[in-house]
Structures are given as structure tokens and as C-alpha cells.
């Protein structure tokens, strides 16, 4: 089982629910991503590529990693085919691998506040520049299949104001660590990605 980054955004964000990540064997299961594309006014690669966002620009399967108001590293998963300019967000996991690392690196106790948002995903997996652009299917990621069908639900992106009302931020169906609950959340079944070994 493999996810196809050269699939669009959305189907991409909805395939990877229920994945687990690690990076350099910390992390847990993807609980919530949003997805962006190039048509997109509150995608960074809307108004075509620059040295900050080149990687989204790249080949897909690969970092695209970016400073979020001068403090926060975020994640984002690059796909589509090489130039066109889209990617899918990691927006919380589940964590369930080096909790010991994650809340030195946090400085919190509570589980649910480790991975619960974007920056708090970069901090516990001590994402910074220099994951920028690197392949997915190699150290330090590690990306793992769930073990059966994922109940997903979606809703509109948040921390955006253009192109809100998209509803392109997909989560695991009932999950306590999410970053905050979804609106209007009916559930549908995740697709199940083809045949292979990690991707």
C-alpha cells in the first residue's frame, strides 16, 4: 500500500488520514491535513514559485517546509506532477512514537497538546529549513499504512481568509487531537491508495 503524491491535493489529504509519520522515529498517526492547491488564493504557490515555496514546485513525495509568522515550521506534503504547484498540510497527529522526545521538544505533558496544529506538528518532529524538499520515501520520514479503512470527515480550512469556505481540511472521524473540531463533519470512507510497499 502506497499513497500516489501525483494525485491532486484533495485525494491526496484523504488518502494520508490514518497513515502514521515518523520522522527519525518520532511522530504518530496523521489525524488531520488540509489541502492546497495552485488555483488556489490562499495556497503560497498561487502566485507561482519563489525561493520560499520552490518545493512545492517540485517533484511530488517530497518536504515542502515553510516559517509560519516567524515561529512555527509546518509540514506539507508536495504532489501533483513536477511545476504545478500543490500541497497537503499536516495539520495534527495522533502521537504515538518517542512521546518522551515530543514533550521535551513541546514542553507540555498532555498527549492531546503535542501534535494538535500545525506548529505544534513541526516542533514535536523537530521539523525546521533544512527538512525543506527532501523525499519522503527515505530517512529521516517514515511513512506507515493504517491498518484498515479510516472514517473521514471534512469541513472548511481554518487560520486562512481566502478561500475559507473550501472544504478541503480532512481529519480521522471522532479523533481527540485534532486542532480544533470540525464544522459540519459528514464521514465517507478514506480510498484506499494501490498496492506496494510504503510510499
Known amino acids: 500500500m ?3 503524491f501525483k494525485g491532486g491535493p484533495v485525494d491526496v489529504a ?3 488520514l490514518g497513515w502514521t509519520l515518523l520522522v527519525g522515529g518520532v ?3 496523521i489525524v488531520e ?3 492546497y492547491d495552485a488555483d488556489d488564493p490562499a495556497s503560497h504557490s498561487y502566485r507561482g514559485p519563489t525561493v520560499r515555496n520552490a518545493a512545492m514546485f517540485g517533484p511530488p513525495g517530497h518536504a515542502y517546509v515553510y516559517l509560519s509568522y516567524g515561529l512555527h515550521w509546518c509540514l506539507n506534503f508536495v504532489c501533483c506532477g513536477p511545476g504545478h504547484g500543490a500541497a497537503v498540510l499536516i495539520r495534527a497527529l495522533q502521537p504515538t512514537h518517542g512521546l518522551d522526545v515530543m514533550r521535551a521538544r513541546r514542553g507540555v505533558e ?3 497538546l503535542l501534535a ?3 506548529g505544534r506538528v513541526g516542533q514535536a518532529l523537530g521539523i525546521d529549513r533544512s527538512f525543506d524538499g527532501l523525499p519522503l520515501d527515505r530517512p529521516p520520514f517514515d511513512l506507515r499504512p493504517p491498518a484498515g479503512p479510516v472514517d473521514v470527515a471534512s469541513g472548511a480550512r481554518i487560520g486562512i481568509t481566502k478561500a475559507a469556505e473550501q472544504p478541503w481540511r480532512f481529519a ?3 479523533s481527540a487531537f485534532l486542532s480544533k473540531r470540525l464544522q459540519a463533519s459528514p464521514q465517507e470512507k478514506a480510498p484506499r491508495p494501490a498496492g506496494g510497499s510504503k510510499g
Open 14 to 16: 484523504r488518502q494520508l
Open 110 to 112: 498532555a498527549l492531546r
Open 116 to 118: 494538535a496544529g500545525p
Open 33 to 35: 491535513t488540509e489541502a
Open 27 to 29: 511522530g504518530g498517526v
Open 172 to 174: 480521522v472521524a471522532g
Open 2 to 4: 502506497r499513497i500516489d
